[in-house]
């Protein structure tokens, strides 16, 4: 009897993992057919300044124009393109939509002169030894200004491997571009390194700002994260933000910027635009 019962387990668990095999091999076989038929779209999310509401850049966000599932979000495609690898191309094609529209938009726009596009590099292209000259003609074919772009890893990838992490932001570094440090707070950060890595911000997790209110030990978290912040000469964006209470906890907290629902959504192309010209 014991011994049935584990074979039928040993049958399930090799269904279902057959399953699993074969899904990915599906959702990879659509990605790739995606990414030549140029289904992946940028949103801009925007960040503003939290002292005055000021607009202060945007975030892209990976958005999969799927012609059946219709829009589809990264965390239905970003972990199988991570897996399967596509994820270097697909991030490609968000940096050079991103670099592209940025220029466009400080064309045409006075106030856009001022902003930042931060865009999001996953664990297996900060990995990629060719990133940062990959990153230098991509900028480069788009004309946007190197100062403009940020690029956004987060502390548990940049953590992994502190020591090849630190080669790599400095090569990034050298083009002139501003780093961010994603996800603060869910992983285990090295102070040492934290100090050493050529960083321009940290991105407080979404995690903490909603938890503010109901477990309040995490205003402390966020406090210790931003005065830490401040002493390595860092910047401090909290995410996720959705209600005033909130934006206002994090001012008294002396968070520098902000992101999230109270402000506003990921917006397509044209809405962001629209959102620059009205910040003006
Ligand atoms: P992330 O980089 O930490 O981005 C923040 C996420 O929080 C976004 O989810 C954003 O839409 C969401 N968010 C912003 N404000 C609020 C809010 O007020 N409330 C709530 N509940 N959520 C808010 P999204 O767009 O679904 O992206 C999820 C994650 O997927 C991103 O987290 C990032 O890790 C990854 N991702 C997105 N686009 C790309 C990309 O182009 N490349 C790579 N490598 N990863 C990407
Ligand atoms: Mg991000
Ligand atoms: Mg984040
Ligand atoms: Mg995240």
Not at 190 to 205: A, H
Request: overall charge negative.
């Amino acid at each position: 009897e014991a011994k049935d019962s584990g074979k039928n387990r040993y049958v399930a668990y090799h269904k279902s993992m057959r399953e699993g095999v074969i899904n990915i091999l599906a959702v990879e076989n659509d990605l790739k057919r995606a990414l030549k038929a140029r289904e992946f779209e940028a949103y801009y999310q925007p960040i503003v300044n939290l002292a005055d509401g000021r607009l202060y850049g945007f975030e892209a966000l990976a958005r999969w124009n799927h012609p059946e599932r219709g829009m589809v979000n990264p965390g239905e495609f970003i972990p199988v393109a991570e897996e399967t690898g596509l994820i270097v191309e697909l991030g490609m094609q968000i940096l050079e939509q991103a670099c592209g529209v940025m220029n466009t938009w400080r064309k045409k726009h006075p106030i856009a002169s001022e902003l930042t596009i931060a865009v999001n590099i996953s664990a297996k292209q900060f990995g990629e030894s060719s990133l940062a000259a990959d990153v230098a003609s991509l900028l480069e074919r788009s004309g946007l200004p190197s100062y403009c772009l940020k690029l956004e890893i987060t502390e548990t990838v940049v953590m992994l491997d502190a020591m090849k992490s630190t080669n790599q932001l400095n090569l990034l570094k050298d083009l002139g571009i501003l780093l961010s440090i994603d996800d603060f707070g869910t992983g285990y950060s090295s102070m040492s390194y934290l100090q050493k890595f050529p960083t321009d911000q940290l991105k407080i997790d979404l995690s903490f700002v909603q938890r503010m209110e109901s477990a309040p030990e995490n205003i402390e978290i966020i406090r210790a994260i931003v005065n830490m912040a401040h002493s390595l000469r860092l910047r401090v964006v909290a995410e996720g933000i959705e209600t005033e209470r909130q934006r206002d906890l994090l001012y008294s907290l002396q968070c520098d910027y902000g992101q999230g629902y109270l402000y506003s959504k990921p917006l397509c192309e044209a809405d962001a635009e629209d959102f620059v010209k009205n910040s003006e």
